[in-house]
């Protein structure tokens, strides 16, 4: 099993994992020790869906996020999956890495490091004093995938069984998130729990992973999947569920139940989102194109904790 890091002469770089060589079955938790500012204050910004060489808006968003970037300070950069259309990288030196990676996000403030999940079988699990932050491969969960109902087919080297591997994800997303101390808790996945996009919710996410999320109050779920903005509170916990996945093809138009409850805000075109915390206060912005800002939102937590 290998993680693939590829720096370009601009630092840029993405932490990717390949099925280089298959074989144990289960994903692996990669713990990254992510660095805070100064002020004790975290940013970033979450784009998914986006690989397109370019096209659909891709070029456009790109150069917005590098200004939000700046004006943040941004530390890192979260994408929510489905990096490169139409199927992914064929290996370290598909040139689809460099169309529609390095020289897309060009932005002094994007040369930081960018995580990703969706990338089976390693996951990147990032932990600083103020936040954690999981990946998840959500991949597995989803039956339709597995009976080729779609009609796509799809490479399951690496997964052996799909019962042993979500089992096993679970477990530790589990033991991760009840030894977590930090302040917010995040949890990042490819598949929507909640989305009125294309797709839509993702049941086998709210029968299996969204229990957890609640029992050990995570603050946000994010992900892509659907190529769209949105945001839903959840009436029954704290948590916000947040899609974005419109890094490049937008879906315009292609809207289930626009009168869902809890739903706070859904975009069609393209766009991103930025996260800024503190030990006392988590902001979410979402932008579009132009950079202008569609939604706000924040919240506040008490200051008596220990950090
Ligand atoms: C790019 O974004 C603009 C503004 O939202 C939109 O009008 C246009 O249709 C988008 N182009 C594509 C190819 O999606
Ligand atoms: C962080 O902390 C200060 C107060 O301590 C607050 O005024 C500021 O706006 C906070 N929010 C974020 C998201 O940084």
């Given at each position: 099993m290998a993680v693939l890091c590829r720096r370009n002469m601009a630092y840029l770089y993405l932490v990717l994992s390949f099925l280089l060589c298959s074989g144990f079955g289960f994903a692996e938790l990669e713990k990254f020790e992510q660095?805070?500012?100064g002020d004790g204050s975290l940013s970033f910004l979450?784009?998914?869906?986006?690989?397109?060489?370019?096209?659909?808006?891709q070029s456009e968003v790109a150069l917005q996020m590098g200004s939000v970037g700046e004006k943040l300070g941004i530390n890192f950069v979260v994408s929510t999956g489905d990096n490169f259309y139409d199927d992914g990288l064929?290996?370290?030196?598909?040139?689809?890495?460099?169309e529609s990676f390095s020289k897309i996000y060009t932005a002094q403030s994007l040369q930081k490091q960018w995580y990703s999940g969706n990338f089976p079988l390693h996951y990147p699990y990032l932990i600083t004093k103020l936040a954690e932050i999981f990946f998840i491969?959500?991949?597995?969960?989803?039956?339709?995938?597995?009976?080729?109902?779609?009609?796509?087919?799809?490479?399951?080297?690496?997964?052996?069984?799909?019962?042993?591997?979500t089992a096993n994800l679970l477990k530790d997303l589990e033991v991760a998130l009840r030894e977590s101390s930090a302040k917010?808790?995040?949890?990042?996945?490819?598949?929507?729990?909640?989305?009125?996009?294309?797709?839509?919710?993702?049941?086998?996410?709210?029968?299996?992973?969204?229990?957890?999320?609640?029992?050990?109050?995570?603050?946000?779920?994010?992900?892509?999947?659907?190529?769209?903005?949105?945001?839903?509170?959840?009436?029954?916990?704290?948590?916000?569920?947040?899609?974005?996945?419109?890094?490049?093809?937008?879906?315009?138009?292609?809207?289930?139940?626009?009168?869902?409850?809890?739903?706070?805000?859904?975009?069609?075109?393209?766009?991103?989102?930025?996260?800024?915390?503190?030990?006392?206060?988590?902001?979410?912005?979402?932008?579009?194109?132009?950079?202008?800002?569609?939604?706000?939102?924040?919240?506040?937590?008490?200051?008596?904790?220990?950090?």
């Amino acid at each position: 099993m290998a993680v693939l890091c590829r720096r370009n002469m601009a630092y840029l770089y993405l932490v990717l994992s390949f099925l280089l060589c298959s074989g144990f079955g289960f994903a692996e938790l990669e713990k990254f020790e992510q660095s805070i500012n100064g002020d004790g204050s975290l940013s970033f910004l979450v784009i998914g869906d986006w690989g397109r060489r370019g096209e659909f808006n891709q070029s456009e968003v790109a150069l917005q996020m590098g200004s939000v970037g700046e004006k943040l300070g941004i530390n890192f950069v979260v994408s929510t999956g489905d990096n490169f259309y139409d199927d992914g990288l064929s290996g370290e030196d598909d040139p689809a890495f460099e169309e529609s990676f390095s020289k897309i996000y060009t932005a002094q403030s994007l040369q930081k490091q960018w995580y990703s999940g969706n990338f089976p079988l390693h996951y990147p699990y990032l932990i600083t004093k103020l936040a954690e932050i999981f990946f998840i491969d959500t991949t597995p969960f989803v039956k339709m995938y597995f009976t080729n109902e779609e009609g796509h087919t799809y490479d399951w080297r690496g997964v052996k069984s799909r019962k042993p591997y979500t089992a096993n994800l679970l477990k530790d997303l589990e033991v991760a998130l009840r030894e977590s101390s930090a302040k917010w808790k995040i949890v990042i996945g490819h598949h929507a729990i909640r989305s009125i996009g294309h797709h839509g919710d993702t049941e086998e996410l709210i029968n299996r992973v969204l229990p957890l999320l609640k029992t050990y109050n995570v603050d946000f779920y994010m992900n892509g999947h659907d190529h769209c903005l949105e945001h839903f509170s959840d009436k029954e916990s704290p948590i916000q569920f947040l899609t974005s996945g419109a890094g490049s093809k937008a879906w315009r138009g292609d809207v289930k139940e626009k009168n869902r409850d809890g739903l706070q805000f859904f975009y069609d075109g393209q766009g991103f989102m930025s996260v800024e915390l503190n030990r006392s206060e988590a902001k979410i912005v979402f932008y579009d194109v132009f950079g202008e800002v569609l939604h706000k939102w924040s919240t506040k937590k008490e200051l008596h904790s220990s950090i």
